[in-house]
C-alpha cells in the first residue's frame, strides 16, 4: 500500500519561504501525477500545484503562481512544493496526493492516496 508522507510545514512570517516535502517510500514517482493541496480552516480543500513526474509539466491555482514551484526528485521517490513569499492566506494544511484516476490534476477526486498534512501558519 502506497504511503505519502509530508514534512517541512511550521509557522513564518508573511513574505518568508517554507519548502513541503513528499515522501512516498516504495513508490515510484518517476512518469506519475502527483499534487498538493491545502485546506485551511472552515474552508474546503483546494488544489494548489501538480505535477507529471515523468516531463516535468506542472499546473497552478492562480494564487500562488509565481510563488509556489513543484519539483519532484524521482530518484528518491519525493516532490516538494517550495513556497516563497507567503501570505497570511496560505495559512492551511497541505496535503501530498498520488495515483489519479485520470481526472483533473488539480482535482481532489482525482487521488487515492493522500498523506496526513503538514500544517503552514502565516503570520501577518
Known amino acids: 500500500q502506497v504511503q505519502l508522507v509530508e514534512s517541512g510545514g511550521g509557522s513564518v512570517p508573511a513574505g518568508g519561504s517554507v519548502r513541503l516535502s513528499c515522501a512516498a517510500p516504495?513508490?515510484?514517482?518517476?512518469?506519475?501525477?502527483m499534487a498538493w493541496f491545502r485546506q485551511a480552516p472552515g474552508k474546503e480543500r483546494e488544489g494548489v500545484a501538480c505535477i507529471y513526474t515523468g516531463s516535468g509539466f506542472a499546473r497552478y491555482i492562480d494564487p500562488v503562481k509565481g510563488r509556489f514551484t513543484i519539483s519532484p526528485d524521482n530518484a528518491e521517490n519525493i516532490v516538494y512544493l517550495q513556497m516563497n513569499s507567503l501570505k497570511p492566506e496560505d495559512t492551511a494544511i497541505y496535503y501530498c496526493a498520488a495515483q489519479t484516476t485520470g481526472g483533473p490534476c488539480l482535482t481532489d477526486s482525482t487521488y487515492r492516496t493522500w498523506g496526513r498534512g503538514t500544517q503552514v501558519t502565516v503570520s501577518s
Open positions: 516504495g513508490y515510484f514517482v518517476r512518469n506519475t501525477w
